[in-house]
């Protein structure tokens, strides 16, 4: 219930979960505009554990191009999300009397899908973009580390959600948000693609 009133809608976080087995859940979350993600979707599978909120729920990444795409420092093309809250890197840990599901939503849609440039959120690079300062030139290495992930990300955020046939079945409980999001989107998204 606190899930559904608190989500985001722009940009747009959706879950799903069938009422018998609510401890699996599937997540699709949209990226912000300005990143290398932006409006592509996103697709998560999240589990929650029988002793939850004691420890965190486990989350892996669906959208990996079939595991050819390592999305970011955090998203590898096993399917692995590295976050401090999930106990898979360190630094902040899942609190059990504050932590939250949509803390962890809200966590991959900003400090993840949400940077400028994802290069930085590998260890010893600079941290949470500390190291762009603006006005600055950008680096041809992260330059190209954003050219990547950009082509993952139309390849497999944007176009193989929207093609019907090679639409991968696992998204199928979000096939008419899918369908929504990218008619309603269209021209933003084309725009942003083509500034890229």
Excluded at 34 to 43: I, M
Excluded at 106 to 131: M, N, R
Excluded at 141 to 156: A, D, L, Q
Aim: with cysteine; proline share 9%.
């Amino acid at each position: 219930g606190s899930l559904e009133e608190s989500l985001p809608t722009d940009p747009a976080i959706w879950v799903r979960f069938d009422e018998e087995t609510p401890q699996f859940m599937r997540v699709l979350i949209t990226a912000p505009s300005g990143t290398p993600y932006a409006l592509g979707l996103y697709c998560f599978d999240l589990y929650i554990p029988d002793t939850y909120p004691s420890i965190a729920p486990k989350v892996k990444l669906l959208t990996t191009g079939g595991g050819t795409v390592r999305f970011s420092p955090n998203l590898y093309e096993n399917g692995t999300c590295c976050l401090s809250l999930l106990g898979t890197w360190t630094g902040p840990k899942w609190n059990p009397l504050h932590s939250t599901i949509l803390q962890v939503l809200v966590t991959i849609q900003g400090l993840i899908l949400g940077v400028e440039h994802p290069y930085y959120l590998e260890p010893g690079f600079g941290g949470w973009e500390d190291a762009v300062n603006k006005g600055t030139p950008v680096p041809a290495h992260v330059r190209s580390s954003n050219s990547k992930i950009r082509e993952g990300s139309i390849k497999f955020a944007m176009l193989e959600m929207c093609r019907s046939t090679a639409r991968p079945r696992y998204l199928q409980p979000f096939y008419d948000i899918i369908e929504a999001h990218f008619t309603h989107h269209r021209d933003f998204i084309l725009d942003e693609v083509r500034s890229w």
